[in-house]
Nanobody
Framework: QVQLEESGGGLVQAGGSLRLSCASS????????MGWFRQIPGKEREFVAA????????YYADAVKGRFTISRTAGKNTMSLQMNSLKPEDTAVYYC??????????????WGQGTQVTVSS
C-alpha cells in the first residue's frame, strides 16, 4: 500500500491556471502508470489524465484535452498536472492514483485526501 499526497489546488477565476502535484510517502511509483481522477459533488469519480510508466505516453479525457498536461520526472516519486484555461466545470476534488491504462481505472482502492480545485465564473 502506497500513501499518496495531492497538492496545488486552490481558487481561481475562469481562464486561469493551476499546477497540481502528486507525491508518494511510501512505495515508489516511478515504474508504474499513474493517473489523475476528479470527483464533483454528487457524481462518481472520473478519469482525467494518465501517463505511462516511463512517461512516454499520455492520455486525456475528452473534457480536458488541449487544456491539461500530465507529466512526471523519471526516477522520482512525483507527478504533475498542469491545468490551463480552467472552466467552472473543472471544479472538483482531484486525486492521483496508480492506473490501469485502458480502461483508465484506478489500480487500487486507496485514495488520498485529494486537493480541491475551484473555478469561479
Amino acid at each position: 500500500q502506497v500513501q499518496l499526497e495531492e497538492s496545488g489546488g486552490g481558487l481561481v477565476q475562469a481562464g486561469g491556471s493551476l499546477r497540481l502535484s502528486c507525491a508518494s510517502s511510501g512505495r515508489a511509483f516511478s515504474n508504474v502508470a499513474m493517473g489523475w481522477f476528479r470527483q464533483i459533488p454528487g457524481k462518481e469519480r472520473e478519469f482525467v489524465a494518465a501517463i505511462s510508466a516511463l512517461g512516454s505516453s499520455t492520455y486525456y479525457a475528452d473534457a480536458v484535452k488541449g487544456r491539461f498536461t500530465i507529466s512526471r520526472t523519471a526516477g522520482k516519486n512525483t507527478m504533475s498536472l498542469q491545468m490551463n484555461s480552467l472552466k467552472p466545470e473543472d471544479t472538483a476534488v482531484y486525486y492521483c492514483n496508480h492506473i490501469n491504462i485502458w480502461p483508465m481505472t484506478p489500480k487500487n482502492d486507496y485514495w488520498g485526501q485529494g486537493t480541491q480545485v475551484t473555478v469561479s465564473s
